[in-house]
């Protein structure tokens, strides 16, 4: 890897993954991160440092990495609500989704709470 070449953050790659499947086992992972700089010549920098933005929902074992939240979960990010697939969704870069085939969305759609109130 030469100093100019083009990055993408772990964590950045792995919400793409996410968005397109809830697990995927280590020797796959390998294969399709393999396949991504092949295919967009852009390197995956695997900084632990950044990885933390997803450690509340990535969990693993002795073989794979996996989620257990649904996409249309809330959760909480910076004290605000967002939803699950919203919040992968705004860590991942157009080269992630578009090597994903992850589909255009409106980016930071925090979740509003509807309140009906009842007038008499």
């Known amino acids: 890897m030469d ?3 083009k990055v993408v953050p772990f964590f950045s790659f792995l919400a793409g993954l996410f968005l397109v ?3 995927i086992d280590y020797i796959e992972l390998s294969y399709i991160m393999n396949d991504f700089t092949d295919k967009t010549n852009i390197y995956i920098d695997d900084n632990s ?3 933390n933005m997803m450690n509340d929902f990535v969990y693993f074992n002795d073989k794979k990495l996996y989620i257990v939240n649904d996409y249309s979960d809330i959760i909480y ?3 605000a609500p967002i939803i699950f697939g ?3 969704y ?3 870069t157009c080269e992630i989704r578009n090597y994903f085939g992850i589909s255009p969305r409106n980016k930071f ?3 509003k709470n509807k309140i009906k109130a009842k007038v008499s």
């Open 3 to 5: 100093p100019g070449d």
């Open 21 to 23: 499947r809830k697990e």
């Open 49 to 51: 440092v950044d990885f």
């Open 77 to 79: 990010f910076n004290n």
């Open 86 to 88: 919203d919040y992968l």
């Open 90 to 92: 705004n860590m991942t």
């Open 109 to 111: 759609k925090l979740f």
